[in-house]
């Protein structure tokens, strides 16, 4: 690649591609933002992505501070470093965000997500399935005489371990919010 | 002071309160209600455009030579999309501007009215920040708070959409005094602990480059100052982008001239050579770092700005610092006074020996003619004949001969060229030049263009005419679309598809019907006393210089290659860009 043949990280002060300590490994992060709740602010942080061409895994939003007209957004995205470093100094140039913390770097924190899942079947299925929500603590909040309407909360990977299992038992529709997600302590 | 007044009323309120004397503009439907409240006062001047991307495009010219924001009124649907090329225009140079447009009545929204546009939906990815006012008690506060966004941290467009029945509606009027404070405020003052890094990098630097930007002259006079004493305190060589021009003078000893891609060579060679890269304002365009991973391979780098995004986007820092550069430089001179003003001088004479040797290269001759005027001899003879006025403002198109103009003629003072660099955008030039000269009635505003870049906004003689705006438009008329041409010659094997005009028209004769001055010229010999003429005209003159078809501008750093890999001249050009460069705009 390299016109003068130096070698990857060989040089201490040199343009960001020839170090290897910058890394270029896809990470994911979680990014919780402060915003105005006005008109337009989720489609000016939303617009930045696209049009900057950052990854969006998952995405919620709602109003946190009715009286300060305060909304969080919690946003997971993927990236290299210095891609994520970008992802954050441009939110920050957004001119309602308040904060920008990435909950990935700023240390423990906890991340919830809850899902609606329709599994439709009879007989012994029917059994399985509800035989497992318990053991996932989902509850049922619907049902019929032929589905069952599981809600789910957890992280991710637990509501993706839940909706793989109840796939061969009839799996229907699945609503998921995406994550939210505080700092611990 | 608030008082109970219609929404078209607080619009000409503002403008006044925020000091506003000049709004470029272009009436419609949509803002009647504010065109009847601007016939009803003395105070703020309208210049009537011809179209509403020469409003924006003047508004740049007014802001970028004075340092106050532009201000544009246009109506809603097509007057508000046909701002889109300027507003992105600005954002892309940081150019302070406050675009107001009318909007369908809010009960029509949505409904596909006539004239309407979801205008704020259109301009959020080209503005700094936009509002749609959907309340006339609200509108007095949006509109202080745009103009303070405009201005602060960062400069760039706003745009305030105002549906014709806010207009109509009343409400209160809050003064700008009055307006709470406004929770937009980016930081100024660097972090005092990257400053002493960056101090002691400078003393002990034994090959150091000043790598300055257009953020130099956002910031004020004041950094422009700076940058002139830190320069000629430490001794260190100094070069400057494109937007930079003009913040330290040209005519200064230790001026490299413009780095990138047609930069001076000895600008580049220093650049990929040097052990200490101060970058102060600029941002590592892909015009300035050419191939990414053979930018100046050996250096530390410092970076200046205000912009906390601007850092690490494109070239990995060492010493980034994020805030104003008139604050951080003031502290950067007092501590490094305070420690004793040490530079590395031995090593920095050393560093000036070969800089001069890449000087003595001569990278802007080029070969004259006593036939044909060759484009730099026209810059050349341009810059002899006006450059004992200080206050000659230039603006430029897009394309050859802003690369010529950039190189051939000399900036003393910051805030004196308007030139579009991030966007790119031909049509820019002339109505820029209305707009300084509306801000300096008594100056010399030359635009330098090419024929192809000044036909796209050559409705705006009209405006140059009405105003008696004595706009110098110095066009270079190759016939060609000259980059596209070179471009084409260099890397498309010299199939020019498109690239030139069979129906140029007649400019003398064009001049003559908009009511203004034409002046052509075509041989060399004539040329100084075509441009003595042209200077000395009082009104609008449009100058056509007929000059050499096929010159390329050079010196070039071919797409894909580093700065150590300049072509020179027309020899060197054989198959200088790789494929893998010829991706690459």
């Known amino acids: 690649m390299s016109a003068l043949k130096i070698k990857k990280g060989s040089s201490k002060h040199s343009a960001y591609n020839l170090r290897s300590s910058f890394g270029d490994e896809i990470q994911t992060h979680t990014l919780a933002i402060l915003v105005d709740n006005e008109a337009g602010v989720l489609a000016r942080v939303i617009g930045l992505f696209s049009g900057r061409g950052y990854n969006i895994d998952s995405l919620t939003v709602a109003e946190v501070d009715h009286e300060g007209h305060l909304s969080r957004i919690t946003i997971v995205t993927t990236g290299t470093p210095q891609v994520i470093e970008q992802i954050k100094a441009q939110l920050g140039r957004i001119v309602p965000v308040h904060e920008v913390h990435d909950l990935t770097v700023d240390g423990p924190h906890v991340e919830r997500e809850l899902a609606l899942l329709k599994v439709g079947g009879k007989g012994e299925k029917r059994v399985e399935a509800l035989r497992l929500a318990d053991i996932f603590r989902a509850h049922a909040v619907d049902s019929t005489l032929d589905s069952f309407t599981f809600q789910i909360t957890g992280t991710p990977e637990k509501v993706d371990a839940f909706a793989e299992l109840m796939r061969p038992l009839g799996l229907i529709e699945i609503a998921r919010t995406g994550v939210a997600a505080l700092s611990r302590g | ?585």
């Open chain 2, 1 to 585: 002071m608030t008082s109970h007044m219609t929404g078209a009323k607080m619009v000409v309120q503002a403008l006044k309160d925020q000091g506003v004397d000049t709004v470029f503009g272009y009436p419609g439907g949509a803002v009647l209600p504010i065109y009847d409240e601007i016939f009803q006062q003395n105070e703020i001047r309208h210049i009537l455009v011809r179209h509403e991307q020469g409003a924006v495009h003047a508004a740049e010219g007014y802001a970028r030579s004075t340092g106050r924001p532009g201000v544009v009124l246009v109506t809603s649907g097509p007057g508000a999309t046909n701002a889109v090329t300027g507003l992105t225009d600005a954002l892309m140079d940081s150019i302070p501007l406050v675009v107001l447009t009318g909007q369908v009545p809010t009960f029509m929204i949505g409904s596909d009215a006539f004239q309407e546009a979801d205008t704020v939906g259109i301009t959020r990815p080209c503005t700094k920040h936009n509002w749609l006012v959907k309340d006339t008690d609200k509108l007095a506060t949006i509109l202080h708070e745009a103009f303070h966004v405009a201005k602060s941290g960062r400069p760039g467009p706003v745009l305030v959409d105002i549906p014709k029945d806010v207009q109509f509606a009343s409400g209160n009027y809050v003064s700008g005094k009055k307006v709470p404070a406004s929770e937009y405020k980016p930081k100024l003052k660097g972090d005092i602990e990257l400053i002493k890094k960056l101090v002691e990098a400078i003393e002990q630097s034994e090959k150091p480059i000043l790598y300055t930007g257009g953020g130099v002259i956002n910031s004020g006079t004041a950094a422009s100052q700076l940058l002139r004493e830190l320069v000629k305190s430490t001794n260190f060589p100094i070069t400057s982008t494109l937007m930079g021009l003009g913040c330290y003078p040209a005519s200064g000893d230790n001026w490299l001239g413009m780095l990138g891609m047609h930069g001076l060579y000895e600008a580049n060679m220093a650049m990929h050579d040097c052990d200490l890269m101060i970058n102060i304002g600029a941002r590592f365009d892909d015009r300035i770092t050419g191939r990414i991973d053979a930018f100046s391979p050996t250096s530390k780098k410092a970076h200046i700005d205000i912009d906390p995004s601007s850092i690490n986007k494109v070239i990995h820092v060492d010493i980034p610092i994020i805030g104003d550069i008139a604050h951080v430089l003031d502290d950067v001179l007092n501590m490094w006074k305070a420690r004793g003003r040490k530079t590395n001088s031995a090593a920095i004479s050393k560093w000036w020996a070969q800089i001069d040797e890449w000087r003595s290269v001569k990278c802007l001759n080029y070969k004259n003619s006593k036939k044909t005027i060759k484009p730099q001899f026209a810059l050349e003879r341009l810059e002899e004949l006006t450059r004992n006025r200080s206050d000659r403002y230039i603006c430029t198109e897009v394309g050859q001969h802003q690369m010529w103009a950039a190189q051939f003629l000399g900036f003393e003072q910051p805030n004196q060229w308007m030139t579009s660099g991030g966007l790119g955008t031909m049509g820019y030039g002339f109505p820029a030049s209305i707009g300084v000269q509306i801000a300096h009635p008594n100056a010399l505003v030359i635009n330098v263009a090419g024929e192809a870049s000044w036909l796209m906004n050559m409705q705006e003689m009209g405006t140059a005419v009405q105003y008696n705006l004595p706009v110098k438009q110095f066009i270079l008329n190759n016939e060609r679309l000259g980059m596209v041409r070179q471009w084409q010659e260099l890397l498309h094997g010299e199939r020019y598809s498109h690239s030139w005009s069979d129906a140029l028209p007649d400019f003398v004769k064009l001049a003559d019907a908009f009511g203004a001055k034409g002046i052509m010229v075509s041989d060399p010999a004539d040329l100084d006393d075509a441009i003595l003429e042209m200077v000395s005209y009082d009104g609008p003159v449009l100058f056509d210089c007929l000059v050499e078809k096929h010159e390329n501008c050079f010196p070039m750093i071919p797409s894909g290659e580093p700065h150590n890999k300049m072509l020179l001249g027309e020899a060197e050009t054989g198959d200088a860009i790789g494929s893998s460069g010829a991706v690459l705009v």
